[in-house]
């Protein structure tokens, strides 16, 4: 089983950027796609992006152009930045496997929030 933990959530104003982290245990890391998602309150999670093991990138319609997902396999990590955020972009942010995520694998996330 993966370990991901994720970091670099926090307070934002509108308009902001932040760089989010996920760090994964396992050396399967660099063999796997690893996508970032996001549930905002009372709303489903969602994909925000995604990144293959060969760095080939997709995104979310509300993300493209904003937020750039891009991974260090010799980290072990993936980052997410995330630029001209909005009060929408409110969330609790994480990573997990991409196009297929496992369910076991979901970490505790961490939040944004984009204040107006």
């Known amino acids: 089983q993966v370990q991901l933990v994720e970091s670099g959530g926090g307070l934002v104003q509108a308009g902001g950027s932040l760089r989010l982290s996920c760090a994964a245990s396992?050396?399967?890391?660099?063999?796997?796609?690893m996508g970032w998602y996001r549930q905002a309150p009372g709303k489903q999670r969602e994909l925000v992006a995604g990144?293959?093991?060969?760095?080939?990138?997709s995104y979310a319609t509300f993300a493209r152009g904003r937020f750039t997902i891009s991974r260090d396999n010799t980290k072990n990590t993936v980052y997410l930045q995330m630029n001209s955020l909005s009060p929408e972009d409110t969330a609790v942010y994480y990573c997990?496997?991409?196009?297929?995520?496992?369910?076991?694998?979901w970490g505790q996330g961490t939040q944004v929030t984009v204040s107006s």
């Open positions: 997990n496997g991409f196009p297929a995520f496992r369910a076991a694998d």
């Open positions: 396992g050396s399967i890391f660099s063999r796997n796609g």
């Open positions: 990144i293959s093991s060969g760095g080939s990138t």
